[in-house]
Antibody, heavy 115, light 106 residues
């Protein structure tokens, strides 16, 4: 079964850091572009970051550029999002999604930035 | 950045109704347009990709059309399980962007 499972969310103080993980299974992870998408409470979807299969191409939304770092370990079938200098407005459910089509999504992990 | 707009922002409908949602891109995205359905507390689900291609397993009452900047999503006969929020999403160029969503409720 094709599956993505996010983990690593939690409550963090403003200015703090978190590292999210996304474990992939059921497909050849290294051949797919992966994305992080977030959704603030009661709001719409916001694309956060993109990483190509080989990690040669990486892009970020302006809202997180310089604070977030996306990476992947194809040997471990895993995608990561290192989030630093967190702000209240980063509070959201974070999803990993496969490919530009977004044909497979995880269930999400919740990040709450609050003092 | 490509801006995506959706209309309407919400609509009320009944089971059996035909529902149409439009999505407009601020520049030409050819057919790099997806439609997602999201229910409360759940991840988005891909329904239509490349503007008009039905994702495997998605009922045929869902239909997408359009190219360039103007796109349409239609549910031919609304079913009880279709009450949800629908988003369009362009992946023609980065940053990828989503429409603001259309809530379909009773």
């Amino acid at each position: 079964e094709v599956q993505l499972v996010e983990s690593g969310g939690g409550l963090v103080q403003p200015g703090g850091s978190l590292r999210l993980s996304c474990a992939a299974s059921g497909f050849t992870f290294s051949t797919y572009i992966m994305n992080w998408v977030r959704q603030a409470p009661g709001k719409g979807l916001e694309w956060v970051s993109y990483i190509s299969g080989s990690s040669s191409n990486i892009y970020y939304a302006d809202s997180v550029k310089g604070r977030f770092t996306v990476s992947r370990d194809n040997a471990k079938n895993s995608l990561y999002l290192q989030m630093n200098s967190l702000r209240a407005e980063d509070t959201a459910v974070y999803y990993c999604a496969r490919d530009g089509r977004g044909d497979v999504w995880g269930k999400g992990t919740t990040v709450i930035v609050s003092s | 950045d490509i801006q995506m707009t959706q209309s309407p922002s919400s609509l009320s409908a009944s089971v059996g109704d035909r529902v149409t949602i439009t999505c407009q891109a601020s520049q030409d995205i050819t057919t790099y347009l997806n439609w997602y359905q999201q229910k409360p507390g759940k991840a988005p689900k891909l329904l239509i990709y490349d503007a008009s291609i039905l994702e495997i397993g998605v009922p045929s009452r869902f239909r997408g059309s359009g190219s360039g900047t103007d796109f349409t999503f239609t549910i031919s006969s609304l079913q009880p399980e279709d009450f949800a929020i629908y988003y369009c999403h362009q992946y023609d160029s980065l940053p990828f962007t989503f429409g603001p969503g259309t809530t379909v409720d009773i």
